[in-house]
């Protein structure tokens, strides 16, 4: 159990680099059609669209230039990883 839970762990951080590299890279015009970028799309985009889903129905931010999800699932994933590092500190 310890061992699955520290996999997971490590996915976790994993996706969260991803999407702060997605983030930071959406901001250079000249890498938006490199192939290294849409690996990190593809990578991060299933992790994404839940939120961004959840967002454009619950909020108006269809309206706004500024995609909110990658924020909100990186707090999801920072809530995630504090309940599963406080199970695997009860292990």
Do not use: H
């Not at 991803?18 to 015009?29: D, K, T, Y």
């Not at 619950?58 to 707090?75: C, E, Q």
């Amino acid at each position: 159990m310890y061992v699955i839970l520290y996999v997971v762990l490590q996915l976790l951080r994993i996706v969260e680099i991803a999407i702060i590299a997605r983030c930071i890279l959406s901001f250079i015009p000249g890498l938006r059609d490199t192939q290294a970028i849409k690996i990190l799309n593809w990578l991060t985009e299933p992790v994404l669209k839940p939120a961004r889903c959840l967002l454009d129905k619950y909020t108006p931010s269809r309206s706004l230039p500024v995609d909110f999800s990658p924020i909100a699932t990186y707090l999801a994933i920072i809530l995630l990883r504090m309940i599963l590092q406080s199970i695997m500190a009860l292990l």
